[in-house]
């Protein structure tokens, strides 16, 4: 078995510049505004953009009285990786909530949030899986071929 691939210390360097930047910038933003896929240009600085899809899924979640959770953390083959997952807790200080529609909600920490700015959430079906996922990130520079990594670009705006 061949020993594991470790980023590059370029790498690691360009990640921790961009943590730095972010907590340099203490997110002065206005977080609060959420528009449909049908009615966003490309160009649009919505926070998410959720297709109804998604919509529809997170609708059913809600129903049990939870909520989906996206993260973006360190890792992947591409450098920061997309973390989804069903939560109940809710930090007002830390995290934003983006109500999608009437029943659907996303909640996203602040950091994340700015890598994940004017990216798409869908939710997709499949024979092998359904399954939530984070698609057309203007925020990356890159990303794996399975979709569950990104490498950002060095500005985040």
Known sequence: MAPPVLPSLAILRQRAAIVRQMFRRRFLFNFSTFTTATSVPSH???????????VDQLRRIAAS???????????GCSGFEYKL????????????????SEGATVVVDKLSLEFLRGSKLDY???LMRSAFRITDNPQATQGCSCGASFAPKNQIE
């Open 44 to 54: 649009s600085s919505a926070p998410l953009i959720v297709t109804q899809r998604a």
């Open 65 to 75: 009285g939870e909520h989906l959770r996206i993260c973006v953390d360190s890792g």
């Open 85 to 100: 997952m069903l939560d109940k807790r809710l930090d007002e200080r830390e995290d934003e909530v983006i109500n999608a």
């Open 124 to 126: 997709a079906e499949d």
